[in-house]
């Protein structure tokens, strides 16, 4: 059977498409910086129909991804190993980040060119492309919203964007381009290389850990999430498509969150007694870092619509799935 390569597949993300395509019954190829998927991912995993193959290499070093191409047959890539720095990073790894979020995916590209068995590419960009604009514009479209990314992430995705679209058109590779929206859900760890947690992972460990979650006080910014296995499914769209409608497409919920976070905590609170949640007093520093402080526009989802997905988790349901997976 041919397979599914995932790279960076045992983090957040990776987890999860590689989750829901063992589900499906693929053989997915895991290929990353990890020697084995985290607990409990092997033995929920190995329930599943599909087969898993993980390799640890690093997607700077083309020789290993060349002998990952040669050793399995493989007929889609989601290329998704990245560092997802913050500040502090930047200033220090500036190269290293360019490194693994612009030439690592190159690289996975050249050896997926030189494979000749691979049929479909999706692009890892993120929401991040649209930087500065973000706040300007309160729908981000795909064709018409100007990127302007700020942190060197943002500048690394939309580099990913366009030149992995510009080489997969000139190496005769068939590539899509998902602009991932934030998310959270089950399987989100620290990796060590991603600066901005979401904020539902803390409140997943406050709940976990019978605290009260002091959030930030009201009115919290607009903010877009979409559900990690909303995005999961919404990624093997992409990956499926025979003859995809668009080539740059937003993966996202496409409405704000801010007004819903209170029953978002309200269903972790049902699930988990010990917990409950407050709004931080004058003064008071909040228990849970938010990921933003500015409202944000929305992500226009009619293209990813063209593609046959929608989210089927809206915020309080996507809060109670979470919650029963942390539970479980
Ligand atoms: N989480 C989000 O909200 C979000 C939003 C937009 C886009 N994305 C994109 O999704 C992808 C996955 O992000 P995530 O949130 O799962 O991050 P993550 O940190 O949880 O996972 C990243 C994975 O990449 C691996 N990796 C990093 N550098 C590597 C290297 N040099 N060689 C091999 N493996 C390496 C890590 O070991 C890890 O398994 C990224 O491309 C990211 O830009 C994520």
Request: net charge negative; aromatic share 10%; glycine share 10%.
């Given at each position: 059977?041919?397979?599914?390569?995932?790279?960076?597949?045992?983090?957040?993300?990776g987890?999860?498409?590689t989750?829901?395509?063992?589900?499906?019954?693929?053989h997915?190829?895991?290929?990353?910086?990890?020697?084995?998927?985290?607990?409990?991912?092997?033995a929920?995993?190995?329930?599943?129909p599909g087969r898993?193959?993980?390799?640890q290499?690093?997607?700077?070093?083309?020789?290993?991804?060349?002998e990952?191409?040669?050793?399995?047959?493989?007929?889609?890539?989601?290329?998704?190993?990245?560092?997802?720095?913050?500040?502090?990073?930047e200033a220090?790894?500036?190269q290293?980040?360019?490194?693994?979020?612009?030439?690592?995916v190159l690289?996975?590209?050249?050896?997926?060119?030189?494979?000749?068995?691979?049929?479909?590419?999706?692009?890892?960009?993120?929401a991040?492309?649209?930087?500065?604009?973000?706040?300007?514009h309160?729908?981000?479209?795909?064709?018409?919203?100007?990127?302007?990314?700020?942190?060197?992430?943002?500048?690394?995705k939309?580099?990913?964007?366009r030149?992995?679209?510009r080489?997969?058109?000139?190496?005769?590779?068939?590539a899509?381009?998902?602009?991932?929206?934030?998310?959270?859900?089950?399987?989100?760890?620290?990796?060590?290389?991603?600066?901005?947690l979401?904020?539902?992972?803390?409140?997943?460990?406050?709940?976990?850990?019978?605290?009260?979650?002091?959030?930030?006080?009201?009115p919290?910014?607009?903010?877009?999430?979409?559900?990690?296995?909303?995005?999961?499914?919404?990624?093997?769209a992409?990956?499926?498509?025979?003859?995809?409608p668009?080539?740059?497409?937003?993966?996202?919920?496409?409405?704000?969150?801010?007004?819903?976070?209170?029953?978002?905590?309200?269903?972790?609170?049902?699930?988990?007694?010990g917990?409950?949640?407050?709004?931080?007093?004058?003064?008071e520093?909040?228990?849970i870092?938010?990921?933003?402080?500015?409202s944000?526009?929305?992500?226009?989802?009619?293209?990813?619509?063209?593609?046959?997905?929608?989210p089927?988790?809206?915020?309080?349901?996507?809060?109670?799935?979470?919650?029963?997976?942390?539970?479980?």
């Open positions: 059977m041919d397979a599914i390569l995932v790279t960076g597949g045992a983090g957040f993300v987890l999860n498409v989750e829901a395509l063992l589900a499906r019954g693929e997915v190829v895991v290929f990353g910086q990890e020697a084995a998927l985290p607990d409990p991912a092997p929920l995993f190995a329930r599943l898993l193959t993980v390799i290499g690093d997607v700077t070093d083309a020789a290993t991804l060349r990952v191409f040669r050793a399995q047959r493989i007929r889609g890539v989601l290329p998704f190993a990245a560092i997802t720095a913050g500040p502090e990073r220090r790894d500036a290293r980040i360019l490194d693994v979020n612009l030439k690592g690289a996975t590209l050249e050896a997926a060119r030189d494979a000749g068995t691979v049929r479909r590419v999706v692009l890892p960009s993120s991040a492309v649209y930087g500065e604009s973000a706040y300007a309160p729908v981000l479209d795909e064709a018409t919203t100007p990127p302007v990314p700020m942190s060197l992430y943002g500048v690394t939309y580099a990913v964007e030149a992995g679209l080489l997969a058109g000139l190496w005769g590779l068939d899509v381009a998902a602009r991932i929206g934030a998310t959270f859900g089950p399987w989100e760890r620290d990796t060590g290389l991603r600066d901005t979401s904020l539902f992972l803390g409140i997943a460990e406050a709940a976990r850990r019978g605290e009260t979650a002091v959030i930030p006080p009201a919290l910014p607009s903010y877009d999430w979409v559900y990690v296995r909303d995005l999961a499914a919404g990624l093997l992409l990956l499926d498509a025979e003859a995809p668009h080539r740059v497409v937003n993966l996202a919920s496409g409405m704000d969150w801010a007004p819903h976070y209170g029953a978002c905590l309200d269903a972790f609170a049902a699930a988990f007694p917990f409950a949640w407050r709004h931080a007093g004058a003064g520093t909040p228990t870092r938010w990921n933003e402080s500015r944000r526009g929305v992500m226009a989802v009619a293209r990813a619509a063209d593609f046959g997905w929608r089927r988790f809206g915020p309080v349901e996507a809060a109670a799935d979470h919650a029963a997976w942390l539970k479980a």
